[in-house]
């Protein structure tokens, strides 16, 4: 992928989204093929190695995955307490800034994910992917959950960062509301590969039968004219 862009991975269920994810990230080794990661090859690392690039990515996962007995403001500040060395007093500093930037009122620092409304549990889990200034930023169906008003909201927040902050994204999702208004290519999986990578635009008028059937549906034709009405 290209530095600086949003690429989007989409397909089945089944065709290997959640794998090629864990591999790019890191948290599996692929059976065949070459992974390289910041212009390294990361296939055969040791565990320095693999920590060392694991530090330079932000990861927000699908449901949030925030500890549910840590406040909104500690769970932002897990990564900075695991990987640095850096006082309490300048990781909760830092831990607040991220949460203000994730667009979450300062009150919420102190209530437990169990207090967090939908959106409110994605940002605070977006906060903590930014946490370590990340030079790639994964989430993993970020819009799960989430009403079309909070989906929407999430949209925008990401792409404000991503102009804000310079960020290189990879995402996953089913929601073609938010590929065709965030992504600027997509790569389409199928049969267990890539099939192609390209803009939703072009995607959409591809004539293959897996590409097509997934992209030219009522509900992905209804998606594609939202998008273009809001533009």
Same mark, same amino acid.
């Given at each position: 992928?290209?530095?600086?862009?949003?690429?989007?991975? +989409? %397909?089945? !269920? %089944?065709?290997?989204?959640?794998?090629?994810? #864990?591999?790019?990230?890191?948290?599996? #080794?692929?059976?065949?093929?070459? +992974?390289?990661?910041?212009?390294?090859?990361?296939?055969?690392?040791?565990?320095?190695? @693999?920590? /060392?690039?694991?530090?330079?990515?932000?990861?927000? *996962?699908?449901?949030?995955?925030?500890?549910?007995?840590?406040?909104?403001?500690?769970?932002?500040?897990?990564?900075?307490?695991?990987?640095?060395?850096? $006082?309490?007093?300048?990781? /909760?500093?830092?831990?607040?800034?991220?949460?203000?930037?994730?667009?979450? $009122?300062?009150?919420?620092?102190?209530?437990?994910? /169990?207090?967090? !409304?939908?959106?409110?549990?994605?940002?605070?889990?977006?906060? #903590? @992917?930014?946490?370590?200034?990340?030079d790639l930023?994964?989430?993993?169906?970020?819009?799960?959950?989430?009403?079309?008003?909070?989906? =929407?909201?999430?949209? =925008?927040?990401?792409?404000?960062?991503? /102009?804000?902050?310079?960020?290189?994204?990879?995402?996953t999702t089913?929601?073609? =509301?938010?590929?065709?208004?965030?992504? =600027?290519?997509?790569? *389409?999986?199928?049969?267990?590969?890539?099939? @192609?990578?390209?803009?939703?635009?072009?995607?959409?008028?591809?004539?293959?039968?897996?590409?097509?059937? *997934? *992209?030219?549906? $009522?509900?992905?034709?209804?998606?594609?004219?939202?998008?273009?009405?809001?533009?």
């Open positions: 992928m290209n530095r600086g862009e949003i690429l989007a991975l +989409v %397909g089945a !269920s %089944g065709s290997g989204k959640s794998v090629l994810l #864990r591999e790019m990230i890191l948290l599996a #080794r692929p059976t065949a093929g070459q +992974v390289r990661l910041f212009g390294e090859d990361a296939v055969d690392l040791d565990e320095s190695t @693999a920590n /060392r690039l694991r530090r330079r990515i932000g990861i927000m *996962f699908q449901h949030g995955a925030l500890f549910n007995s840590l406040t909104a403001l500690e769970n932002i500040a897990v990564p900075m307490k695991e990987q640095t060395d850096l $006082p309490d007093a300048v990781i /909760r500093d830092i831990a607040m800034l991220k949460l203000l930037l994730a667009g979450l $009122p300062a009150d919420a620092a102190h209530k437990y994910p /169990r207090q967090l !409304s939908g959106g409110m549990h994605k940002r605070a889990a977006l906060a #903590r @992917a930014l946490a370590m200034d990340p930023l994964v989430l993993d169906e970020p819009g799960t959950g989430l009403d079309p008003i909070g989906a =929407d909201a999430l949209d =925008d927040l990401i792409l404000d960062l991503h /102009r804000s902050l310079d960020l290189t994204v990879v995402m089913h929601d073609l =509301d938010t590929l065709w208004r965030v992504s =600027d290519r997509v790569a *389409f999986l199928a049969e267990r590969r890539i099939l @192609a990578t390209a803009t939703m635009g072009e995607l959409s008028a591809s004539d293959d039968p897996a590409i097509a059937a *997934f *992209f030219q549906g $009522p509900r992905a034709r209804a998606a594609r004219s939202l998008t273009w009405n809001r533009g």
